[in-house]
């Protein structure tokens, strides 16, 4: 005897309950899909009348406000060891400044400060609302700081993006690990389409 001959055909109720488990089971994976991408894409708004500028950082990522050498900074608490970093400043500018001047400027600072610095490359940029400016990526050295961590250093790559206005300067940077800088790119540029002033 063959075990078919036993076997009774699903019945109507039975095949239709098969495809709801089907159904409700893509259903899920895709709400989770949707709720995933929308806790990832979170932003807060960032507002400093002030300076006039407003924008908005990733939610996940600690914002630090009006230090001495920036308007603010956001990193990524989870991006170890090097933490995904965004930051804007502000330099005043004298009349018949252009934006390559301000990246030479910063080219000579950071060569003085970083270890390995070295600037790969300039291009002109547009930003998302029609400002144009000047793009400078670089890389450098970081060494981490506390003398009881024996760790190599990280290579780190970066953008700034400089744009004028009024009497200043704005400089918009975007600092990640070099084998993380187009895989973390992204909330840099949601931070760009979000940024006025």
Do not use: C
């Amino acid at each position: 005897m063959r075990i078919e001959e036993y076997a009774a055909p699903l019945s109507i109720r039975q095949r239709l309950a098969s495809y709801l488990v089907i159904v409700a089971a893509l259903v899920a994976v895709l709400y989770g899909f949707n709720y995933r991408e929308g806790i990832v894409s979170a932003t807060f708004p960032f507002i400093n009348r002030e300076a006039g500028i407003t924008a908005r950082y990733p939610a996940r990522w600690l914002l630090e406000e009006g230090g001495s050498r920036f308007v603010l900074r956001a990193q990524d608490p989870a991006a170890l060891p090097f933490k995904t970093t965004i930051r804007l400043q502000l330099i005043p500018i004298g009349s018949g400044a252009r934006p390559a001047d301000i990246l030479d400027l910063l080219d000579v600072d950071r060569a003085s400060r970083l270890p390995a610095y070295r600037s790969l490359s300039r291009t002109p940029t547009t930003l998302p609302g029609g400002q144009r400016g000047q793009q400078m990526i670089y890389a450098y050295a970081f060494i981490d700081p506390n003398p009881f961590l024996q760790a190599e250093p990280i290579t780190v790559r970066a953008l700034d993006l400089v744009v004028l206005r009024a009497g200043q300067a704005v400089v918009i940077t975007y600092e990640a690990k070099s084998d993380v800088f187009e895989k973390h790119q992204h909330y840099f540029d949601a931070f760009l389409r979000s940024l006025t002033f």
